[in-house]
T-cell receptor, first 113, second 114 residues
């Protein structure tokens, strides 16, 4: 079945560093791709999404590009802040299963001041 | 309501007891999902309801787990004869039909089985 694999954490960076969190997927169809974020003590919320190949999702300085050729959707940010410390989840929406949504295991990010 | 509401927020039970977890989705959202979040395991899909269609139960880990959704709104996840490995945070999410995949999550129900 469809699946999502993302880099294991925790990832620890200094403030203003460049961030990449890798995400690759396996899918039989043409899924939509998402990044969700869980800030400490809060519920999961959508960070960004892309619905077709070569689309770029962006929000709060984060970006991710839907790469069909490499089946990837890596999350990037040019200059991280302490407030970006959270757990990040990559996810896909299975197009052939009426929108069942599958998540990766999550990557915990720590930003040091 | 304003958001997805889950209850109880915390539940401690003894091994072998049955538990019920409740989810009240956002009004008008036709799709409802249950996930389990365990340390180191990420978000594990359990079950998915969409309107009046038969639910997708493919993620339920055993026959001790069941869920129902009454009147297309409130959902209850039931775990019978709980085991210690059932300890986790159970998350509910809802979505508009055709809402382009954005899920709205509740705060979760933390279950501890002693």
């Amino acid at each position: 079945g469809d699946s999502v694999t993302q880099m294991e954490g925790p990832v620890t960076l200094s403030e203003e560093a460049f961030l990449t969190i890798n995400c690759t997927y396996t899918a039989t169809g043409y899924p939509s791709l998402f990044w969700y974020v869980q800030y400490p003590g809060e519920g999961l919320q959508l960070l960004l999404k892309a619905t077709k190949a070569d689309d770029k999702g962006s929000n709060k300085g984060f970006e991710a590009t839907y790469r069909k050729e490499t089946t990837s959707f890596h999350l990037e940010k040019g200059s991280v802040q302490v407030s970006d410390s959270a757990v990040y989840f990559c996810a896909l929406s299975e197009t052939d299963r009426d929108d069942k949504i599958i998540f990766g295991k999550g990557t915990r990010l720590h930003i040091l001041p | 309501g304003a958001g997805v509401s889950q209850s109880p927020s915390n539940k401690v039970t003894e091994k072998g007891k049955d538990v019920e977890l409740r989810c009240d989705p956002i009004s008008g959202h036709t799709a409802l999902y249950w996930y389990r979040q365990s340390l180191g395991q990420g978000l594990e899909f359990l079950i998915y309801f969409q309107g009046n269609s038969a639910p997708d139960k493919s993620g339920l880990p055993s026959d001790r787990f069941s869920a129902e959704r009454t009147g297309g709104s409130v959902s209850t996840l039931t775990i019978q004869r709980t085991q210690q490995e059932d300890s986790a945070v159970y998350l509910c999410a809802s979505r508009l039909q055709g809402g382009d995949g954005e899920l709205f999550f509740g705060e979760g129900s933390r279950l501890t089985v002693l």
